[in-house]
């Protein structure tokens, strides 16, 4: 942002037209892009509906952007009607906003910089975080993973190197054996050697996941470095969990369906945002205030 205010500046003592030009253009493309944004986020949410069934996680991107919608539209009569209760809580509300959609930005940005780091090789062990089975089956999702982390492990081989592969996951609700068990079958299916595959069956989160396989790994060689792999959409919060538990690794991430990214995204983010909810908690809450003085002065 302060990039593009200071070559605005910079323009301008060459040409005060076409920085105003440009001005233009970039305030006329926010309502525009937040209305596609709306758009966008609809659509996809009614695809997730239809593709994945109406969970609460996959109404995300629907509940996110009707809410965009429905904002503009409060926001509008409020301005319309000038009725100075409304007029307070769209205020209040659109400075939490704000500052909520400054921070999702922020993460997208950084998670991009962060999956674009190339990750180490010559490591010891390949982390494959589990998300879950249908019965017995490992579903497209999980599949990703375990077809990533197979990957870099037959890579590592062609090097000379003999990592070993751990599959990590308990058993949940609806699942018909542990998921690290399902998961290590299926590497073995793919041409995995048995004896190279570890098996960590008791976590049920991701915390859990990291905190037991590190636990695997120290046991094996205590000075281990590792490879994480979850999706591209977990990495980040995969690799801050990483850190926390003080696992010795990097986390990469392996494709997901492109219909299931932004409402995943959008969970990540939640989740990282409810992890830091004191300081967050107090900021929106400074902001509310100030967006009902602000309301307040400008009706006076």
């Keep these: 942002m302060f990039l593009v205010a200071g070559l605005l500046f910079q323009l301008a003592m060459v040409s005060e037209l ?7 253009v970039l305030v006329i493309l926010v309502p525009i892009t937040v209305l596609v944004l ?39 009569v409020a301005g319309y009607f000038r ?9 209040a509300v659109n400075s939490v906003l704000f500052y909520v959609s400054f921070l999702f930005v922020c993460f997208l940005l950084y998670s991009f910089v962060y999956g674009k780091f190339p990750h ?24 990703s993973r375990l077809d990533r982390g197979r990957e870099v492990f037959e890579a590592e081989r062609a090097k000379g190197r003999q990592p070993l592969l751990v599959t990590s996951g308990g058993q949940g609700p609806g699942e018909d054996l542990p998921e690290a068990r399902a ?9 995995v050697p048995a004896d ?12 859990q996941n990291l905190r037991f396989s ?12 590792c490879l994480v792999v979850t999706n591209n959409f977990h990495v980040m919060r995969a690799a801050r969990t990483a850190r ?57």
């Design 183 to 191: 998961m290590a079958d299926y590497l073995i299916e793919k041409g």
């Design 38 to 76: 709306a758009g966008f986020l609809i659509a996809n949410g009614i695809t997730m509906l239809r593709r994945e069934g109406r969970r609460v996680a996959n109404l995300l991107s629907l509940a996110a952007g009707l809410g965009i919608i429905g904002m503009i539209v409060l926001t509008g």
């Design 83 to 91: 009725w100075k209760p409304l007029l307070m809580f769209t205020g």
């Design 244 to 300: 926390a538990e003080k696992v010795n690794g990097q986390v990469i991430g392996s494709p997901t369906a492109r219909y299931y990214w932004p409402s995943a995204t959008i969970r990540e983010f939640v989740a990282i945002f409810l992890s830091h909810k004191v300081i967050n908690g107090v900021i929106c809450l400074l902001l509310i205030l100030g967006g009902i003085q602000n309301t307040e002065a400008v009706t006076l």
């Design 214 to 225: 590190k636990a695997i790994m120290a046991q094996l060689k205590p000075d281990f470095r």
């Design 196 to 207: 190279q595959v570890l098996v960590e069956d008791q976590s049920r989160t991701t915390e």
């Design 18 to 24: 076409a920085a105003s030009m440009i001005l233009v």
């Design 120 to 143: 180490r090789t010559n490591v010891d062990f390949i982390v494959v975080l589990g998300s879950g089975l249908i019965g017995s089956r490992v579903p497209p999702l999980l599949a």
